[in-house]
């Protein structure tokens, strides 16, 4: 027999003899896991062997960190919570809802540590006639609040919604005060990351100006595009996104409704995970011509001496 029979003899049996799918990954886990660490180091060695990609894993590792945090961890804090009064009219309530763009509301009384119930937008849109024949009652559309403490696990939290049929919790401390809220979306995000919705801003814009003066902005929206349409100058060798600005001055990855007064401007956290920011609210505290004094004081605290800001 020739050599070049030989070889394709060969050839079909080297295929054969490796291993499929499931006998790799059996081979994994033949070694016992006993800690989550193992656990994950078994996962991304299983992306590197092209058993996994990494939107799986991702999903996987959200999964795991969803079963060791509790709702303190991604609540939005009582100081950000937009929130409806339980005697206000249509007219007052309108506005507030058009501008926030959400889609539920915690209805109160006296103050905020008296929720009596959840506003879902769309039962506004029943109401409009009634507004007119002043037949608007706020009481008569109320969803039922639910509570929760700070310390529930989200893993347990994501099962009763589930089991409830229900978006949106109110979080009270161990004094019973409102502590912030969390939804459903805030949790899913942990585990499979940012959910865009119809009203986030869009994929192909970094900053949304609002009209009461303040700007939704995208925390990577690069530092010449901020500069742009805020006309100011930024400078940093360091990073190239307004995130990473904020990040740099504050010193720690922040957690959602952290807030640093940086140039002139607040930024405000209004959305962030673990790993990065993602949304921020910048409000102008000064005018650009003030900004001389603004470095002066940005100096003071330290602030990166790669980072410097000139007015235009």
């Not at 799986?56 to 950000?80: F, H, K, N, W, Y």
């Not at 009634?130 to 700070?150: S, T």
Request: charged share 25%; proline share 4%; net charge negative.
């Amino acid at each position: 027999m020739s050599e070049s029979q030989n070889n394709s003899t060969e050839e079909p049996q080297a295929e054969n003899n490796q291993p499929g799918w499931f006998e790799r990954v059996t081979q994994f886990f033949q070694n016992e896991v006993t800690n989550q660490e193992q656990l994950l180091d078994v996962m991304q060695e299983a992306k590197k062997n092209s058993l996994l990609d990494q939107y799986s894993l991702t999903m996987i590792e959200g999964v795991i960190q969803v079963a060791e945090m509790q709702v303190r961890d991604i609540m939005i804090p009582r100081s950000q919570i937009v929130v409806v009064e339980r005697d206000s009219d249509l007219k007052t309530i309108l506005p507030t809802v058009i501008e926030s763009a959400h889609s539920r509301f915690p209805v109160i009384g006296e103050n905020k540590d008296e929720v009596v119930g959840i506003l879902l937008a769309k039962d506004l849109l029943t109401q409009i006639n009634n507004d007119k024949n002043n037949g608007f009652n706020i009481r008569e559309i109320l969803r039922p609040a639910v509570f929760i403490p700070e310390s529930k696990r989200l893993n347990v939290l994501l099962d009763e919604f589930r089991a409830n049929r229900n978006h949106m919790a109110i979080v009270v401390d161990e004094y019973g005060g409102i502590a912030g809220l969390v939804t459903i979306e805030d949790v899913l995000e942990q585990i499979v990351g940012e959910i865009e919705d119809e009203h986030d801003i869009e994929e192909d814009k970094f900053i949304h100006a609002h009209s009461n003066g303040t700007s939704i902005v995208k925390s990577i929206t690069p530092i010449d595009e901020f500069n742009e349409h805020f006309k100011c100058e930024i400078v940093s060798d360091e990073v190239d996104t307004i995130g990473g600005i904020v990040i740099n001055a504050l010193g720690h990855m922040p957690k959602r409704g952290e807030s640093v007064n940086l140039y002139g401007f607040n930024f405000k956290v209004l959305r962030a995970s673990r790993r990065r920011i993602h949304l921020l609210e910048v409000t102008r505290i000064s005018e650009p011509e003030q900004q001389e004094s603004i470095e002066e004081e940005i100096t003071e605290q330290d602030i990166p001496s790669s980072t410097a800001i000139n007015s235009k």
